[in-house]
């Protein structure tokens, strides 16, 4: 298995840990990628909320390069990047006037035909829960875990379309996988606030005293989260998330290849674990020492 | 009595649909998308409002609204509208003309992050997340806001001094100037 991979802006700073950990499991796991050569900035939202042309363009010029480097399929770990390589393909696609327009903006031709996909989806899809869960040396017996998908993964259905739009499975699969438990909780997809982070701050701490709140009455000890807003959303802002609820404990925000990373038997150094503001320590030393190991190990 | 409506221009929603490509015109007022809207707390017109009110031509009530800058264009009623309607496209399309008629914006805090985060991206191909929070910081004058956060943010090295440039940093300026014109054509 070899795909292109788009890291993408995010990855680049606030969730260098995401990259990190996307590259380490990647490697565990057999997922060969190669980064796009001088990839630009996909546009996210600001860029459809300003300027529509620019919105499908600048994934375009990403999506041209990958095809010039000799790819037919991308890979994405960050949920908006994902979504806006997605919608300018389905773009293009499905209407001439937007194609010809991003061919005249780009000045090279495309016909979104480079396929593009997350990581979620190629771990469920391509490799399989099961294949995943072979390579497991030390898995998590007994960790309850809350799977956050947010919007941009799941929605629109037409454009993303890779589990179901309103209850998605394929993490909590994947947390199975693991050697985990995943708790039934109502809500998966609802959205953190995204990029209303730091304009809109009040509105991003009330959305997230929400998902934590009922993540913890759902009975989870952590959430996975395979998005870089939501990660940081959760985790950076949870104290500020938390205020006025005196009752909740501090709740580890994780990214999905952190955990499989650890129960491939990768340490927390090489996942980037240092970068969360909630620590995972709790949750690493809850890993089975795997088969062979002398133990002591956390 | 007056029963007179207010509103009665259709231009606005034909101007709608056509920068959104979505038949705003469709929508019967079942209220699902303010139902399931995240952010309808925070809103002064929820969506299923400002869906009427651009069947009215209510530009002014509309382009002045904070609501159009609370989406977070998460795209859940997108989803469930049952008429297929891209309601978070009609938001856009909505954003967009507030700021294209140069007036003042309810909600300037947004406006001066998306120029910030659209400025690093055309001077270095890529995000720069220092330089685009200092350049929002100087033009949303919400100077103080999340900088007792900064130490952190340098601790966990998700703040990096010196922007990452793209080698294609050229190409995108240029397509930032190509994109401009194409929008002034529609």
Aim: include cysteine; proline fraction near 5%; charge should be neutral.
């Amino acid at each position: 298995m070899k795909y292109a991979f788009f890291p993408g802006c995010s990855l680049e700073s606030t969730a260098w840990d995401f990259d990190k950990s996307t590259r380490a499991m990647c490697q565990a796991l057999g997922i060969e990628i190669v980064d796009i050569p001088d990839w630009v900035c996909c546009g996210s939202t600001p860029a459809h909320s300003s300027n529509a042309s620019l919105a499908v363009a600048l994934p375009v010029v990403n999506l041209q390069k990958a095809k010039a480097a000799g790819f037919s399929e991308v890979l994405t770990a960050c949920a908006s990047c994902y979504a806006r390589l997605r919608t300018a393909n389905h773009k293009v696609q499905h209407s001439p006037q937007e194609r010809d327009r991003a061919e005249r903006i780009t000045e090279a031709a495309y016909d979104g035909g480079v396929k593009v996909r997350h990581i979620l989806d190629v771990l469920f899809n391509d490799l399989g829960a099961q294949e995943v869960a072979k390579r497991i040396t030390n898995p998590f017996p007994g960790l309850r875990v809350a799977s956050y998908y947010g919007c941009l993964l799941s929605r629109p259905p037409e454009v993303v379309a890779f589990d179901d739009p309103e209850h998605p499975t394929c993490m909590d699969e994947l947390v199975k996988a693991a050697g985990a438990e995943p708790v039934d909780w109502p809500y998966k997809t609802e959205c953190c606030g995204a990029s209303l982070s730091i304009s809109k701050t009040e509105t991003v701490n009330r959305l997230g005293n929400r998902l934590l709140t009922m993540a913890h009455r759902a009975g989870a000890e952590c959430i996975v989260v395979a998005c870089p807003l939501c990660q940081l959303n959760l985790d950076f802002r949870q104290a500020e998330a938390k205020k006025g609820q005196g009752n909740l404990p501090d709740i580890p925000v994780i990214y999905i290849t952190q955990l499989l990373g650890l129960a491939l038997g990768l340490e927390p150094g090489a996942l980037g674990l240092e970068a969360l503001t909630i620590s995972a320590a709790p949750l690493s030393a809850r890993r089975a020492v795997a088969a062979g190991q002398t133990g002591g190990r956390s | 009595m007056n029963d007179t409506l207010q509103w009665t221009d259709a231009s606005l929603v034909r101007e709608v649909e056509r920068r959104s490509g979505t038949p705003a015109s469709a929508c019967f007022q079942c209220h699902k998308c303010s139902s399931g809207c995240p952010v309808a707390p925070d809103m002064d017109l929820m969506s299923s409002q400002i869906m009427r009110l651009v069947h009215l031509g209510a530009k002014d009530e509309i382009l002045e609204s904070e609501a159009i800058w609370a989406c977070a264009s998460c795209e859940a009623c997108s989803t469930r509208c049952p008429m297929g309607i891209d309601v978070a496209a009609v938001m856009d399309a909505l954003r967009m003309m507030a700021v294209e008629r140069k007036a003042e914006v309810a909600d300037a805090r947004a406006t001066s992050f998306n120029k910030a985060f659209l400025t690093s991206v055309r001077w270095h191909g890529r995000v720069f997340e220092l330089g685009m929070m200092t350049l929002y910081k100087l033009t949303s004058r919400d100077l103080f806001a999340d900088m007792d956060k900064v130490p952190r943010m340098l601790a966990k090295r998700k703040l990096a001094f010196l922007p990452h440039f793209s080698k294609s940093a050229k190409l995108v300026r240029k397509v930032f100037q190509r994109a401009q014109e194409e929008e002034k054509k529609r």
